[in-house]
Each structure stands twice: as C-alpha cells, then as structure tokens.
Nanobody, 115 residues
Framework: QVQLVESGGGLVQPGGSLRLSCAAS????????MGWYRQAPGKQRDWVAA???????RYHDSVKGRFTISRDNAKNTVYLQMNSLKPEDTAVYYC?????????WGQGTQGTVSS
C-alpha cells in the first residue's frame, strides 16, 4: 500500500515559481515510476510530468522547459519545481504512481497563479 501527501502549493503571480513536494509512505517507493497530475476547475485530471525509478523524466508539452520533476528515494519524496508560471497552470496538483492507481490519490495541493 502507498500513501501520498502533497504540499507546497500557494498563490503566486504570473512568472513566479512554486516547489511542490510529495511524501510517500508504505510500500517500496523507490521501485515505482511516479507522476505529477493536475486538475483545473471544470476540467479532467491530466498528467503533467513523470520520473522513472532510475531518474528518467518526461513532460507534457504545456510545461516542458518550465517544470522539473525530481525524486529523492532516500526521503521517499518526489518534487515538482514549477517556474515561469502562467494563469493556466492554476490547478490542484496531485502525485501518484505512473500509471496511476486510483487507490493512491491524496488530497492534492492547490496552486493558483494570479495577479
């Protein structure tokens, strides 16, 4: 069983930055590929970024060059550094395994980009 807790969201102006964290507990975190997902108001939840157990990464085109995913297996934590934020990045951000498992969704963390 995996339990995931997201943190680090907040309110920032366009062009600002946020760093999200996802702390995992339970099963053997280090063997999972992990992903960040987001859900904007009135929209479906979408995948944003992914990182394999070995550290390979990939990104949705909408965030490529602005967001960076990383992980610290010793701390059972996945991070999402978000730079050059835009109003359309406003969403609740979640982490989960990749592919996701519906049993692992946490409460997410709200990121709001607004002037």
């Amino acid at each position: 069983q995996v339990q995931l807790v997201e943190s680090g969201g907040g309110l920032v102006q366009p062009g600002g930055s946020l760093r999200l964290s996802c702390a995992a507990s339970g099963s053997i975190f280090s063997v999972y590929a992990m992903g960040w997902y987001r859900q904007a108001p009135g929209k479906q939840r979408d995948w944003v970024a992914a990182i394999t157990s070995g550290g390979s990464t990939r990104y949705h085109d909408s965030v490529k060059g602005r967001f960076t995913i990383s992980r610290d297996n010793a701390k059972n934590t996945v991070y999402l550094q978000m730079n050059s934020l835009k109003p359309e990045d406003t969403a609740v951000y979640y982490c989960n395994t990749l592919p996701f498992n519906n049993r692992y969704w946490g409460q997410g963390t709200q990121g709001t980009v607004s002037s």
